[in-house]
């Protein structure tokens, strides 16, 4: 077997220490690269995890908002709901008036119908009893006439006394003068009752016009008084039936909003979810990132280890180089 030439083996043990100290120094670099790469991925881990954080105290408070609104919906759905109820009441109270007071208009306006007809009939009765007395008048004037007349004739036949040949006096008969005074007298009390009574029916029918002109006028002012009711009737059913129109366009806007927070509502569960999820890999991640923290240090001990036992075995190959080169400088 060839003995190895010692500036060979000098040579050969430089090139394994030159190749020795490349491969530490590589590890080396590769290790603090590794450490860099390291703190990045922790720097990056705890700035999700606090980005996590901070978009779960965003959430939270997203979800307390739309709890609130949710609840001042449900404050102004009830207040719209009551103003709703209450319109439809007031509704239905204004057109029960207004079916009163058209009720009592209808009642009004037959009323003063029958009370034009009561004043025309007793105009028409009082005209006729006008007629009655104006006759009854003529005849009392012409029984008084004919009292006259016959008292008048009576006188004359009592005052035609005559006296026969022997000068006895001869009384005149006036027995039918005396009849047609009693006639007369008869004939005058009969139509002073007749005049009478006609006096006493144009008064009564004075009486019932004077009753029905009232009656008439009591109905026209009532059945003004129904009218102008009627009126107010019906322009506060229209005032009612335009706040219920309000309260329901109010009531419909508010159930429109539902939807709206409700689909709020449902992303925030999304985003909660989203949120768990980037929380759960944010996590993960921190324990991957500890995890490859830890195998770090680990490894790192152990590269500092192996580069503190390759320095020793530099040291003693140096030593073996110089004894070489001294063993060569003394051959040659």
């Known amino acids: 077997m060839d003995m190895i030439e010692p500036g060979r083996l000098i040579a050969l043990l430089e090139d394994v220490k030159y190749r020795h100290y490349d491969s530490r120094q590589a590890l ?7 450490g860099t790469v390291q703190h990045l991925l922790e720097d990056g881990v705890s700035e999700a995890m606090r980005r996590v954080s901070d978009a779960t105290a965003d959430l939270h408070d997203a979800r307390q908002r739309v709890r609130r609104w949710n609840d001042d919906l449900d404050a102004v759905h009830a207040a719209a709901q009551s103003a709703c109820d209450d319109a439809d009441a007031q509704d239905m109270r204004a ?11 209808q009642h009004w306006r037959l009323q003063l119908s029958n009370a034009v007809a009561a004043r025309i009939t007793a105009q028409t009765a009082l ?19 004919r009292l006259d007349n016959a008292y008048a004739a009576l006188s004359a036949c009592e005052s035609d006394i005559r006296y026969d040949l022997e000068g006895r006096v001869i009384y005149p008969n006036c027995s039918g003068y005396s009849s047609n005074v009693y006639a007369a007298q008869s004939n005058l009390k009969y139509a002073q009752s007749e005049a009478n009574n006609a006096a006493w029916a144009l008064n009564t029918a004075n009486q019932e016009l004077n009753r029905a002109q009232g009656h008439e006028q009591t ?43 409700h689909e709020m509502e449902r992303l925030l569960v999304v985003t909660r979810e989203h949120v768990n999820i980037c929380t759960s890999q944010a996590s993960i991640a921190r324990s991957r990132v500890d995890e490859g923290m830890q195998q770090f240090h680990t490894t790192h001990t152990d590269a500092t280890t192996n580069g503190q036992d ?15 080169q001294k063993f060569d400088n003394r051959t040659l």
């Open 310 to 324: 390759a320095a020793r075995m530099d040291d003693r190959l140096l030593e073996k180089v110089e004894l070489m």
């Open 28 to 34: 080396l670099e590769v290790m603090e690269t590794l």
């Open 95 to 105: 057109r029960n008036v207004r079916g009163r007071a058209d009720t009592m208009l």
């Open 219 to 261: 109905c026209t002012s009532r059945h003004m008084q129904a009218e102008h009711a009627l009126v107010v009737a019906q322009s506060a059913c229209a005032s009612a039936g335009r706040a219920v129109a309000a309260a329901r366009v109010a009531l419909s806007c508010a159930d429109d909003v539902y939807p709206l927070v």
């Open 127 to 145: 005209t006729a009893a006008q007629g009655r007395k104006l006759q009854a008048d003529t005849a009392l004037g012409e029984a008084h006439s």
